[in-house]
């Protein structure tokens, strides 16, 4: 599984990333996490708002850091797939 949090670097977009490997770590989810700072890739991807997730190249949320349960869902949802 690849895992992008796409960011800028700013305090949302790090408290994301930490989030994710937090979340990764407990589930035992086998995933590669990719930090993604460049805007152009980040607008190619189609995130207008960051800090943005992607999973296996899906928009799974953007503008926001969603809560730990609800990375859990996502995560062990796709890893599933």
Request: glycine share 8%.
């Given at each position: 599984?690849e895992?992008?949090?796409?960011g800028?670097?700013?305090?949302?977009?790090k408290?994301?990333?930490?989030l994710?490997?937090?979340?990764?770590?407990?589930?035992?989810?086998?995933?590669?996490?990719?930090?993604v700072t460049?805007?152009?890739?980040?607008?190619?991807?189609?995130?207008?708002?960051?800090?943005?997730?992607?999973?296996?190249?899906?928009?799974?949320?953007?503008?926001?850091?969603?809560?730990?349960?609800?990375?859990v869902k996502?995560?062990?949802e796709?890893?599933?797939?």
């Amino acid at each position: 599984m690849e895992i992008k949090v796409l960011g800028t670097g700013c305090k949302k977009c790090k408290q994301l990333e930490e989030l994710v490997k937090e979340v990764v770590k407990e589930t035992k989810t086998e995933a590669v996490v990719i930090k993604v700072t460049d805007i152009q890739e980040i607008a190619k991807a189609g995130i207008m708002l960051t800090p943005g997730l992607m999973i296996d190249g899906k928009v799974k949320s953007t503008g926001k850091v969603p809560s730990k349960a609800d990375l859990v869902k996502l995560i062990t949802e796709s890893a599933l797939k």
